[in-house]
Nanobody
């Protein structure tokens, strides 16, 4: 059974930083494409960042480029999202997602999801 467990969310002031973690089990992590999505209240889930199974081709939403960095540690079966210079509009529940097949920006590409972690940025 695949499990993805996010952590690291919280309340931070605008301009601050947070690092989200997502620990995976039950899948071959080193060959999985990984991604982060987020969903703000009253809005649809949106793509944030993704990384291919080999650590290449990190891809970011325009709204987070230059501020967020996705990375992975295959030895720990963990994917991270470093978030710097946070803005109030980054407030959302952040979800990690994984796929054993090719996957990029589309939520439907990912069969496995975590439960989410809340990030709140105060102005």
């Amino acid at each position: 059974q695949v499990q993805l467990v996010e952590s690291g969310g919280g309340l931070v002031q605008a301009g601050g930083s947070l690092r989200l973690s997502c620990a995976a089990s039950g899948l071959t992590f080193s060959s999985s494409d990984l991604s982060w999505f987020r969903q703000a209240p009253g809005k649809e889930r949106e793509f944030v960042a993704s990384m291919r199974w080999n650590g290449g081709s990190p891809n970011y939403a325009d709204s987070v480029k230059g501020r967020f960095t996705i990375s992975r540690d295959n030895a720990k079966n963990t994917v991270y999202l470093q978030m710097n210079n946070l803005k109030p509009e980054d407030t959302a529940i952040y979800y990690c997602a994984a796929s054993s097949y090719y996957a990029r920006n589309y939520a439907g590409d990912y069969p496995y999801w975590g439960q989410g972690t809340q990030v709140t940025v105060s102005s």
